[in-house]
T-cell receptor
Framework: DTGVSQDPRHKITKRGQNVTFRCDPI?????LYWYRQTLGQGPEFLTY??????LEKSRLLSDRFSAERPKGSFSTLEIQRTEQGDSAMYLC?????WGVGKNIQYFGAGTRLSVL | GQNIDQPTEMTATEGAIVQINCTYQ??????LFWYQQHAGEAPTFLSY????GLEEKGRFSSFLSRSKGYSYLLLKELQMKDSASYLC????????????FGDGTTLTVKP
């Protein structure tokens, strides 16, 4: 068990560019979540997957954001036409499932995005 | 929606005990989590309460009162490495399993 890994750890981009982040969850974890965190705030939910199905998206997720989990393992989060307001830490978490004992979310170290 | 309140900052002395409170308002409550987050790092799971009462895990304990919408995290025998942000997160009884986080309490442990 190597934990949740995210790549890259840091991304600096110019406004208007597209960026893509990758998350590899803990193996055998069915659920995968994306959160966004800005300084001094808690993580805000963006979207989640049950296996390869994207089951919920936050209203925070504008149409410039898209996430995929094509084979039910790793996931990607893409932001198109980045804006300065997109600058944040993007966190990925995974959990074994739904029930008690299975619903603990384990987080990756995050991808810090800076939009210039 | 959900409303989660935690103090923004707390300071305590090495070796002491500190209690970090969290109050919440939500419908369909289905569990409360506490996470620790060091600056620039991922949140790490500390505890989970779904029933009323105290859950003890080493130096850390967490308490829940569902009728009062209240939880606390108790840290004993504080160590310098306990300086971090402590996040309270509430989960609703939906299939999503997503958690809504408070903004965290930054704890500073002083010698």
């Amino acid at each position: 068990d190597t934990g949740v890994s995210q790549d890259p750890r840091h991304k600096i981009t110019k406004r208007g560019q597209n960026v893509t982040f990758r998350c590899d969850p803990i193996s055998e974890h069915n659920r995968l979540y994306w959160y966004r965190q800005t300084l001094g705030q808690g993580p805000e939910f963006l979207t989640y997957f049950q296996n390869e199905a994207q089951l919920e998206k936050s209203r925070l997720l504008s149409d410039r954001f898209s996430a995929e989990r094509p084979k039910g393992s790793f996931s990607t989060l893409e932001i198109q036409r980045t804006e300065q307001g997109d600058s944040a830490m993007y966190l990925c978490a995974s959990s074994l499932g739904w029930g008690v004992g299975k619903n603990i979310q384990y987080f990756g170290a995050g991808t810090r995005l800076s939009v210039l | 929606g959900q409303n989660i309140d935690q103090p923004t900052e707390m300071t305590a002395t090495e070796g002491a005990i500190v209690q970090i409170n969290c109050t919440y308002q939500t419908s369909g409550f289905n569990g409360l989590f506490w996470y620790q987050q060091h600056a620039g790092e991922a949140p790490t799971f500390l505890s989970y309460n779904v029933l009323d009462g105290l859950e003890e895990k080493g130096r850390f304990s967490s308490f829940l009162s569902r009728s009062k919408g209240y939880s606390y995290l108790l840290l004993k025998e504080l160590q310098m490495k306990d300086s971090a942000s402590y996040l309270c997160a509430v989960r609703r009884n939906t299939n999503a399993g997503k958690s809504t986080f408070g903004d965290g309490t930054t704890l500073t442990v002083k010698p």
